[in-house]
């Protein structure tokens, strides 16, 4: 991992326009901004195109000798096959007004990470090769040559880009950027050019079912250290199902939330609530990952794995499904799993079996989000909650992107977390909810080697934290993706210590109070909870 600057120099950007134009200033691949290639193993195990050991430093990425026709073919067949990429490509005026909505712009003041000016690296290719004035006028127009070196700017901006959609809500035109940068990738996977980071736990998924690749035996380990732990806090032993046909509920969390920390107190936050309501669930060792990387890579990976939570809830002969805090599952099941799976017409539209909610906006996924499910458990007072002992807490919410922006899913993660906590303060209103900040790392981009990048991106994301703290003392930052319980955490350390990570499922763990349950003195995480006398102790 490249060194990273203090925040005291990294916060020294220059939004000057440079004096050379963007076309004529090759890529710098600097240590800390740019990903490492896609190990060739991977690329195989997933029939993908050209494997082979190559890396971005490198002159030679030894691309096929037809590469150009390769991607002029590829660009050709998908302005063909979406409407949307086509008009994308003519009908922007170039206004700006995306210009300062993106994070990493914000964070870098390069001008490629305008979104506008992202868009035309792709789009230059497509007026010199698919329109007439291109062919004609060339650069006069803003067309230019497809080369090897537009090639590696494609590869270099296209992975800072986080997919986070937040130039699309201020351009009025209502160019979806971050289609265009998954039409960007595309093309360059056509050549086998993936970062590692993203392909790796495409391939791991395909394996063992689990971006991580952990294995069935140990994904059931991991779960009986979460069942073990929540006896040690509540003296309650749950007893989740694994692979049982029949059960009415499959519920499927993202493998973050299994095996990383702080997810794990998120898992356990489940785990609780399914037993305390006595929930007729079961958990797969097959599907165990809600997450989709595929929403990083093509359209056609997305669908493959999509398709394997399904496959599991018809072998399983479940009712529906339960999916729990994941950004890009939840962008993936409402945004394309129509068009690209479903509808899932052999499951049922789903109800809550314990409240007998019917879920109509899940009628065609059959798929229901957690946060909505718990928010209804509340409503109809089928839990009981002591918020109190999340008062060594003041908590601020962190919309995910995903949720936020492609489900308009706002209202119910705030709803939980004020019936869990007694001290719950926003960020600034042009920080959140539609306008939420990206955490800087989503999009596959939350490896170790770009770092940097990552801190630049999150910037404006840590800003709008660093408000609240400073005026509300907030002290942990809630929010519903795995992605971003595990990599805020970073960015909090590094721009705003003191402020912690969770998800919303771990506050509700943490309030939930269990029929039969020993005095608690600690959170989830082991912490002794304030005015305890454990705390006292301490």
Same mark, same amino acid.
């Given at each position: 991992?490249?060194?990273?600057?203090?925040?005291?120099?990294?916060?020294?950007?220059?939004?000057?326009?440079?004096?050379?134009?963007?076309?004529?200033?090759?890529?710098?691949?600097?240590?800390?901004?740019?990903?490492?290639?896609?190990?060739?193993?991977?690329?195989?195990?997933?029939?993908?195109?050209?494997?082979?050991?190559?890396?971005?430093?490198?002159?030679?990425?030894?691309?096929?000798?037809?590469?150009?026709?390769?991607?002029?073919?590829?660009?050709?067949?998908?302005?063909?096959?979406?409407?949307?990429?086509?008009?994308?490509?003519?009908?922007?005026?170039?206004?700006?007004?995306?210009?300062?909505?993106?994070?990493?712009?914000?964070?870098?003041?390069?001008?490629?990470?305008?979104?506008?000016?992202?868009?035309?690296?792709?789009?230059?290719?497509?007026?010199?090769?698919?329109?007439?004035?291109?062919?004609?006028?060339?650069?006069?127009?803003?067309?230019?040559?497809?080369?090897?070196?537009?090639?590696?700017?494609?590869?270099?901006?296209?992975?800072?880009?986080?997919?986070?959609?937040?130039?699309?809500?201020?351009?009025?035109?209502?160019?979806?950027?971050?289609?265009?940068?998954?039409?960007?990738?595309?093309?360059?996977?056509?050549?086998?050019?993936?970062?590692?980071?993203?392909?790796?736990?495409?391939?791991?998924?395909?394996?063992?079912?689990?971006?991580?690749?952990?294995?069935?035996?140990?994904?059931?380990?991991?779960?009986?250290?979460?069942?073990?732990?929540?006896?040690?806090?509540?003296?309650?032993?749950?007893?989740?199902?694994?692979?049982?046909? =029949?059960?009415?509920?499959?519920?499927?969390?993202?493998?973050?939330?299994?095996?990383?920390?702080? =997810?794990?107190?998120?898992?356990?936050?489940?785990?609780?609530?399914?037993?305390?309501?006595?929930?007729?669930?079961?958990?797969?060792?097959?599907?165990?990952?809600?997450?989709?990387?595929?929403?990083?890579?093509?359209?056609?990976?997305?669908?493959?794995?999509?398709?394997?939570?399904?496959?599991?809830?018809?072998?399983?002969?479940?009712?529906?499904?339960?999916?729990?805090?994941?950004?890009?599952?939840?962008?993936?099941?409402?945004?394309?799993?129509?068009?690209?799976? =479903?509808?899932?017409?052999?499951?049922?539209?789903?109800?809550?079996?314990?409240?007998?909610?019917?879920?109509?906006?899940?009628?065609?996924?059959?798929?229901?989000?957690?946060?909505?499910?718990?928010?209804?458990?509340?409503?109809?007072?089928?839990?009981?909650?002591?918020?109190?002992?999340?008062?060594?807490?003041?908590?601020?919410?962190?919309?995910?992107?995903?949720?936020?922006?492609?489900?308009?899913?706002?209202?119910?993660?705030?709803?939980?977390?004020?019936?869990?906590?007694?001290?719950?303060?926003?960020?600034?209103?042009?920080?959140?909810?539609?306008?939420?900040?990206?955490? =800087?790392?989503?999009?596959?981009?939350?490896?170790?080697?770009?770092?940097?990048?990552?801190?630049?991106?999150?910037?404006?994301?840590?800003?709008?934290?660093?408000?609240?703290?400073?005026?509300?003392?907030?002290?942990?930052?809630?929010?519903?993706?795995?992605?971003?319980?595990?990599?805020?955490?970073?960015?909090?350390?590094?721009?705003?210590?003191?402020?912690?990570?969770?998800?919303?499922?771990?506050?509700?763990?943490?309030?939930?109070?269990?029929?039969?349950?020993?005095?608690?003195?600690?959170?989830?995480?082991?912490?002794?909870?304030?005015?305890?006398?454990?705390?006292?102790?301490?």
């Amino acid at each position: 991992m490249a060194s990273l600057p203090e925040p005291e120099e990294l916060v020294r950007i220059n939004y000057n326009p440079p004096r050379r134009g963007w076309m004529d200033s090759p890529v710098e691949f600097k240590r800390g901004t740019w990903l490492y290639a896609a190990k060739p193993r991977h690329l195989e195990a997933l029939g993908l195109p050209n494997p082979r050991e190559w890396s971005p430093e490198e002159e030679d990425w030894k691309l096929p000798p037809n590469w150009r026709e390769i991607v002029l073919e590829g660009f050709k067949e998908r302005l063909e096959k979406f409407r949307s990429l086509k008009l994308f490509m003519d009908i922007c005026s170039r206004c700006g007004a995306c210009a300062d909505k993106c994070h990493f712009f914000i964070g870098t003041g390069d001008p490629r990470n305008m979104p506008v000016l992202r868009a035309e690296l792709l789009r230059s290719v497509y007026r010199r090769y698919f329109t007439w004035s291109g062919r004609m006028t060339g650069k006069l127009v803003g067309a230019r040559d497809l080369t090897e070196g537009v090639i590696k700017e494609w590869f270099y901006y296209f992975y800072q880009c986080t997919e986070c959609r937040r130039c699309s809500l201020f351009c009025p035109f209502g160019i979806d950027t971050a289609e265009i940068t998954m039409i960007g990738r595309e093309l360059l996977g056509l050549l086998g050019i993936y970062p590692d980071w993203i392909i790796a736990p495409v391939a791991n998924c395909y394996r063992v079912g689990n971006h991580v690749g952990i294995e069935p035996h140990a994904f059931r380990d991991m779960v009986d250290f979460c069942v073990d732990e929540i006896e040690n806090v509540t003296g309650i032993r749950v007893e989740p199902t694994f692979n049982r046909k =029949g059960a009415e509920i499959l519920f499927i969390a993202p493998s973050g939330d299994v095996f990383a920390d702080p =997810g794990i107190y998120t898992f356990m936050g489940y785990l609780m609530l399914f037993h305390e309501i006595g929930l007729d669930y079961t958990l797969s060792t097959y599907a165990s990952e809600g997450g989709n990387f595929g929403l990083f890579t093509s359209h056609e990976v997305m669908k493959r794995l999509n398709a394997k939570m399904y496959d599991e809830a018809r072998r399983l002969g479940v009712k529906w499904i339960l999916g729990g805090e994941c950004g890009h599952m939840w962008r993936v099941i409402h945004q394309y799993m129509d068009t690209m799976n =479903g509808p899932a017409d052999f499951l049922e539209e789903p109800v809550s079996p314990i409240t007998g909610t019917r879920f109509e906006n899940a009628r065609s996924t059959k798929m229901v989000h957690i946060c909505e499910f718990t928010a209804d458990l509340i409503r109809h007072g089928k839990i009981q909650l002591d918020p109190s002992r999340n008062d060594g807490f003041k908590v601020t919410f962190h919309d995910s992107c995903n949720p936020a922006r492609a489900m308009g899913f706002f209202e119910e993660p705030r709803y939980i977390l004020r019936k869990v906590c007694n001290h719950f303060y926003e960020m600034p209103e042009n920080t959140i909810r539609e306008q939420t900040f990206c955490c =800087g790392s989503g999009g596959g981009l939350n490896a170790d080697e770009n770092m940097e990048m990552r801190m630049r991106g999150g910037f404006p994301r840590a800003n709008a934290v660093s408000y609240v703290r400073e005026k509300h003392g907030v002290n942990l930052l809630a929010c519903i993706c795995a992605i971003d319980r595990a990599v805020l955490p970073a960015l909090m350390d590094y721009w705003v210590p003191g402020v912690g990570v969770a998800g919303v499922h771990e506050l509700v763990g943490n309030a939930l109070v269990m029929k039969g349950e020993a005095e608690r003195t600690t959170t989830l995480r082991g912490e002794p909870l304030k005015g305890s006398a454990e705390d006292e102790n301490t």
